[in-house]
């Protein structure tokens, strides 16, 4: 009986250390596929109000709670979408500059993602960029991170269904969405990746950031599985690209004058 | 009624009605300047096709009654988002004739937001959708 008793023990902490390898204490989330902005359920939509997905409220959102300065900064942003899009003369950085999108930003477009689990990390491959992201797992952020675009990110695993996303440690330089909403380097950014569905994965967001905004606030992202193939085109940006289009197909638009 | 059909058939015409407003969301750039509530039919011969970032460009000459060639240039998402529609970088031939269905600048320059093009063999490839219908079903892979 004894020796019943110390074989379960041992059965059960090399469970434990295998779980807490694994992420935390929950078996991990099946997250496996290739995963776009669901065109049925939303779409990529342009903000991240949940009250205002077009972005037709820039800076007046009853769900943002906005301090005077982001508001004011929102209000002056000219972005390159939605439905008082300059892309002419647009400020989004991303499109000026080819800056990375950062998160959650980088949701507010029409690529795929692919999460890959491993024993120590959850890389998040994305197609635009091709940019990917570092979920540690079993870890902890530096006391002092360094300001950086894609902050540092840990995670684990809840009831088997689902990945927790804790990242810190940005800087101040993306926008959150299509329509200029800005944050600081404050900002504690919490994703939570639930597949609900074999075709679907929603992501419930908390955008915590006390220097810009006077409380938390959510968000949230439907995906869907896609099966087209995953990066059969690199999503990359160019400034020089992106020049040919303006004035190929914008400046004429912009423009009072027809095009010759 | 001859030039009236001749219009129709050789030069500009709008193919689709106002549409209700959109529930759709999309981030295509300028849906302030370009009209989305209908696709102007323009029947041409291809005269360039750009396949890249940040967006393809499919490039068409359109003769008017008179022999006049206007050149109109129509964007689609990037080539990642259309090899999910079907098209490749060798979907277009320059000088094939296709008829395009385009939200045209609002402005009147002959620029636009591609909806659909109708291929000199008859095949369709989608684009952008009419704002407040589905997104086309992708192929699969």
Redesign the interface.
Known sequence: MRNILVTAAIAVAIMATVRAQQGGNARPADLSGDWQPDRTRGGMGQSLSPSDPGGRKRGNEDDIPYQPWARAKTLSEKTSTGPESRFDETTDPQVIYCEPPGVPHIYLWPVKMRFVPTSEAVYLLYELGPFFRVIWLNAKHPEDPDPQWWGHSIGHYENGDTLVVDTVGFNDKTWLDQMGHPHSEQMHLIERYKRVSPAQLELDMTIDDPGAYTRPWNSHRNFATSTTGFLRYQQICSVRENQKFFDDVGKPAVGTLPRK | MKNVTRVLLMTVAVAVGVVPASR???????????DMTKAVMLKGTIAKF?W????N?VTVDVKDEKGNVAQW?A?T?????M??RGWTRKSMTIGDEVTIYIFA????????TLNRIVLKDGKELTAYPMPGT??PP????
């Open positions: 759709r969301l999309s981030a295509h750039h300028g849906a302030n300047l370009y750009y890249g970032n940040p967006h460009e240039v964007y998402e990037p080539p990642l988002v090899l999910e600048a609002r402005n009147g320059s002959t620029v636009g589905p997104a992708a192929p699969a892979k």
